[in-house]
């Protein structure tokens, strides 16, 4: 079992970039997979990104190029990269990890806000 932490979110201006990090209180090697997700106002929880334990990455595909997903085992951290970021991009990021016959884990989310 981990607790995860998000963290990185912040005010920034269209076109900018952010860095979010997702903190594990254990190994993440537990995790067969990590996800990012993100909610904007009341619209339901919207997957972006996933690394599976191999590095196998998806992206949503309207954010492929823009959002780039990594870890870090050895820092138990799940990262996304946010570049050129548009007004639509603000929201609460989430991350998970997968454990494979156990369920999800889930953070409590960072807010970003992208100013125009």
């Known amino acids: 079992q981990v607790q995860l932490v998000e963290s990185g979110g912040d005010l920034v201006q269209a076109g900018g970039s952010l860095r979010l990090s997702c903190a594990a209180s254990?190994?993440?090697?537990?995790?067969?997979?990590m996800d990012w997700y993100r909610q904007v106002s009341e619209k339901p929880r919207e997957w972006i990104a996933q690394?599976?334990?191999?590095?196998?990455?998806n992206y949503l595909p309207s954010l492929e190029g823009r959002f780039t997903i990594s870890r870090d085992n050895a820092k138990n951290t799940l990262y996304l990269e946010m570049t050129n970021v548009k007004p639509e991009d603000t929201g609460i990021y989430y991350c998970?990890?997968?454990?494979?016959?156990?369920?999800?884990?889930w953070g409590e989310g960072t807010l970003v806000t992208v100013s125009s």
């Open positions: 690394i599976t334990r191999h590095r196998d990455i």
């Open positions: 998970n990890c997968r454990q494979k016959g156990r369920g999800y884990y």
């Open positions: 254990g190994s993440i090697d537990i995790c067969d997979s």
